[in-house]
């Protein structure tokens, strides 16, 4: 019932001195009639706690139980979790809420790094609504990742905040993040940017593809390269209505002097000559970083294009590959 988990360790250290194969080291400590009874009474602490592991809906707050459980030396229901996990199948299962509280503890307690999360893992094929449950069930893993993968699992708005809350408090883990596919608008992009302007933010790479942004989720966007120019290295806003508005708003940022992004894939994002002298006198005020810039499906007209291929051939200009 403990609001803030102060005493999860110590619940946790309590059910340790009850196990059989302690009674040994305790022996010094408490009598011997006062130990007799803890192998039944811990067979029905473990059932209960598998009772309470059901009734909770939220695996975050279920993970101190299979920590209480591990303690007893029951591995039952994680034991069948790693069954899952290592067929390979686990994203064909109908798990119950009890076995996904399972998976996030294996997955967080494995000795394995949590490198990679990508959802279709856990969810198969394009079922929107079944991906956005595994995504709320499994958030707390998805703050341990270092690389996440959210692709087309229905996120809007609602699940942004929902991430950005989960991000905040571990913003220097994450160094990649694919939202690409999904609804999330120009209130889920400023969401997210709250999170990326924290200077501990190390993010990398950004993958935003077909995600209903505009002008308006672009202003937020240079705002995070203006507020946190170090590390966004990579940013990948292909196939929105950006337009050259949009375009203005990340050149603003695009010429921080701080600022270090390398790799720009702004595709079929309605940008035109406008949006193309931005980008050019953006590349002519801060030279050092960006090497490749992709264009492609724009209509752009072949003077700007070839204004941007002369910076290509410029010894001042890190570019290195214009796709236009």
Known sequence: QSKNGHLNLFLRFLLGLTVKSHEILLQGLIKQNE????????????????????????????????HCLNELGDHSLVEEIQQYLNSGTVNKAKLSSSQWSAVVFVL????????????????EGNNETKKLEVFKKLLPVIKESRSVRLYNCGLTDEGCAALT?????NPSHLRELDLSWNKLG??????????LK???????????????????????????????PEHLKELDLSWNKIGDLGMKHLSAG?????CKLEKLELRCCGI??????????????????????????????????KCLSDLKHNPHYKLEKLYS
């Open 35 to 66: 130990t007799k009874s803890s192998s039944g009474n811990n067979e029905e602490t473990v059932e209960y706690i598998k009772r309470k592991i059901r009734t909770i809906d939220s695996p975050k707050k279920s993970i101190n139980l299979f």
């Open 108 to 123: 967080l307690t494995s000795e394995k790094k949590l490198d990679e999360f990508d959802i279709n893992k856990f969810a």
């Open 165 to 169: 809350s989960a991000l905040r408090s």
């Open 186 to 195: 120009n209130s889920g992009i400023t969401l997210m940017s709250t999170v």
């Open 198 to 228: 924290d200077f501990h933010c190390k993010l990398e790479k950004l993958e935003l593809r077909n995600c209903v942004v505009t002008d308006e989720g672009c202003a937020a966007l240079a705002s995070v390269l203006r507020s946190n």
């Open 254 to 258: 695009l010429k921080d002097p701080h």
């Open 272 to 305: 035109t000559v406008e949006g193309c002298a931005a980008l050019a006198s953006a590349l002519r005020s801060n030279p050092e970083h960006l090497r490749y810039v992709n264009l492609s499906g724009n209509k752009l007209q072949k003077s700007e294009v």
